[in-house]
């Protein structure tokens, strides 16, 4: 997985596949789609084996919305 | 000063026979069974029900029987306006989460270490059931499991009786939960012989030949009655005694002569203020195996002597088979249900006596119990050698 895209689409399709039943959108903030520490652990481990971008869970402690975390992978990425 | 008496004021479950106490009440009388194929799994039961997406994903099998049973029991007692700080849960289990480890494990062999889900652990701990109904229901008084083979349920229920009587809390949502229908937990049991080769279920006939290991579970509101009177509380059944004990004989097997089980029958009546000749109703735990079903009648006629002969004694698991953790709780909630009618469910398919099994096994259909204050005992056994034994009256 190498795109900008394909990553937004990838945090954005797992972040939803984990239940949350609002609409997972770059804006929405975790806090309102209810995702905790749990779903983010489970997405990090994700990420590793998808986009072969390793994140714990420092890496995530101070984001707010969805597009925080694409931001954070393609960081890494980078 | 006299113990606080502890009532029960809601009742639920999710069995082999349907989801709801009145499915596995009503099914039962009706002498219908929930087997399929040898094993006895809650089909009628569909997460989407009962759960939220979230819910289900981070709730194994096992936890979200015990959600489902919970909620129906909760909205029974109508414990909305209680004080949450007062509210308690105590749920037990044989196993835990056992289709959570078991794939966890495939993660971990076939992809590796860093494969293994986050979720594993919350999912396959044994407390995870109590752990869901509290944060369900915000249930902030003392909470957690008890894990004693297939008597838990039972025991949950009595620990749970002592802890209000203790004063600890008003209200305990207590019982039973279990779903291990898995590949490594059947050809466990089948290494042990455990399980019924022909799959059948017929506990105390002369051909039995072992359990049918079903799923499901089992909750009940137990309540000080001067707690449940004082709201106005339905009142199903007084939960009057509970005792244990233990074999320290065997990992297995039962003692033959049954003597720790007939003690804690003998003890749970003690506890109720009750005698043998008070006793209307056992219901067996009844297994269905051959060792358990012998030990058990040893036991029965050790506690209740000459009495032991009139009483009728039927086990559930001829309709549902055995729900190991959750069987202790999902009985309670069947005897409760039979002591309102006033009947005793049958053994279905009881039909050929073994020599020394010579006790009234309620062939075929309900028995009528007849008029005045009905006392019941409910029995539970586990590998380890516990002996879990409630006693539940009418009001």
């Known amino acids: ?78 | 000063m006299s113990a606080t008496q502890v009532v029960i004021t809601g009742v639920g479950a999710v069995t082999p026979l349907g989801n709801g106490a009145g499915a596995l009440h009503e099914g039962w009388l009706s002498g219908r069974t929930g087997f399929v194929d040898g094993q006895a799994p809650c089909t009628a039961y569909d997460p989407a029900d009962f759960l939220s997406r979230k819910e289900a994903r981070r709730a194994d099998r096992f936890t979200q029987l015990a959600l489902a049973a919970a909620a129906e029991a909760i909205e029974a007692a109508g414990l909305d306006d209680l004080q949450r700080g007062r509210i308690g849960c105590i749920i037990g289990t044989g196993i835990g989460g056992l289709s959570t480890i078991e794939g966890a494990h495939d993660l971990l062999r076939d992809k590796g270490a860093e494969r293994v889900p986050p979720l594993s652990v919350p999912l396959m701990m044994s407390n995870a059931a109590p752990a869901a109904v509290a944060m369900a229901h915000d249930l902030r008084g003392p909470v957690f499991g008890v894990v004693s083979a297939c008597a838990a349920g039972a025991h949950s229920l009595g620990v749970a009786a002592r802890a209000i009587q203790a004063g600890e809390a008003d209200v305990i949502v207590a019982g039973g939960a279990e779903a291990a229908l898995t590949p490594l937990s059947l050809a466990a049991f089948d290494a042990l012989e455990a399980r019924s080769p022909t799959g059948t279920s017929r506990p105390f006939d002369a051909r039995r030949d072992g359990f049918v290991m079903g799923e499901g579970a089992g909750v009940l509101v137990l309540e000080s009655r001067e707690h449940a009177e004082r709201r106005g509380a339905p009142i199903l059944a007084v939960f009057s005694g509970y005792a244990a004990t233990s074999d320290a004989h065997h990992l297995t097997a039962p003692r033959e002569d049954g003597g720790q089980a007939a003690e804690a029958m003998r003890l749970a009546l003690a506890s109720a203020g009750r005698t043998a000749a008070d006793v209307s109703y056992v219901n067996a735990h009844g297994t269905s195996t051959p060792l358990n079903d012998a030990a058990e009648t040893a036991a029965i006629t050790t506690a209740l002597g000459d009495f032991a002969a009139r009483v009728p004694v039927s086990s559930a698991k001829s309709v549902i088979g055995h729900l190991l953790g959750a069987a202790g709780a999902v009985e309670a909630v069947a005897t409760v249900l039979a002591l309102r009618d006033r009947v005793a469910p049958p053994t279905v398919g009881w039909g050929q006596r073994e020599p020394g099994l010579d006790l009234d096994y309620v062939p075929d259909s309900p028995r009528p119990l007849g008029d005045g204050q009905l006392v019941a005992l409910s029995n539970s056994f586990g590998f380890g050698g516990h002996n879990a034994v409630l006693c539940l009256e009418t009001v």
Do not use: H, P, W, Y
């Open chain 1, 1 to 78: 997985m190498s795109t900008t895209t394909d990553i937004d689409t990838f945090v954005i399709t797992t972040l939803q596949s984990f239940g949350t039943e609002a609409d997972v959108t770059a804006d929405a903030t975790l806090e309102e789609l209810d995702i905790d520490s749990l779903d983010l652990a489970e997405l990090a481990q994700l990420v590793e084996e998808e986009v072969g971008v390793t994140l714990e869970s420092k890496d995530l402690k101070e984001i707010k919305t969805v597009g925080d975390v694409i931001a954070t992978v393609k960081a890494r990425q980078a």
